[in-house]
């Protein structure tokens, strides 16, 4: 499966971005799917998780209740919802797909080129 990660750009800080993953090339309905993201200096971290079917989700403490992940399985569409930014969420955010049921590991199978987002303060 191939993987498309767009919608970063520079943000003020408060302000909100909608990150979207575009799957093709395989069934997409059979991934779970997460939201990576990395730092200057920093090590790649899990954001968001989430099911093949969307019925179950993870968040990192760091995002949780300002972050939402969904996926639209008939457009082959991840998404993640990015309220209230804050400078620290300045990373570059990859998009990843696994063919486990659901997994919050840092494996997984596939992964998306990253897309910017910077929070200025």
């Known amino acids: 499966v191939q993987l498309q990660a767009y919608g970063g750009g520079l943000v003020q800080a408060g302000g909100s971005l909608r990150l979207s993953c575009a799957a093709s090339?395989?069934?997409?309905?059979?991934?779970?799917m997460g939201w990576f993201r990395q730092a200057p200096g920093k090590d790649r971290e899990i954001v968001a998780a989430?099911?093949?079917?969307?019925?179950?989700?993870y968040y990192a403490d760091s995002v949780k209740g300002r972050f939402t992940i969904s996926r639209d399985n008939a457009k082959n569409t991840m998404y993640l919802q990015m309220n209230s930014l804050k400078p620290e969420d300045t990373a570059i955010y990859y998009c990843?797909?696994?063919?486990?049921?659901?997994?919050?590991?840092?494996?997984?199978?596939?992964w998306g080129q990253g897309t910017q987002v910077t929070v200025s303060s």
């Open positions: 990843a797909a696994d063919r486990s049921v659901f997994t919050t590991s840092r494996d997984y199978d596939y």
């Open positions: 989430i099911s093949r079917t969307g019925d179950r989700k």
């Open positions: 090339g395989g069934a997409f309905s059979r991934y779970a």
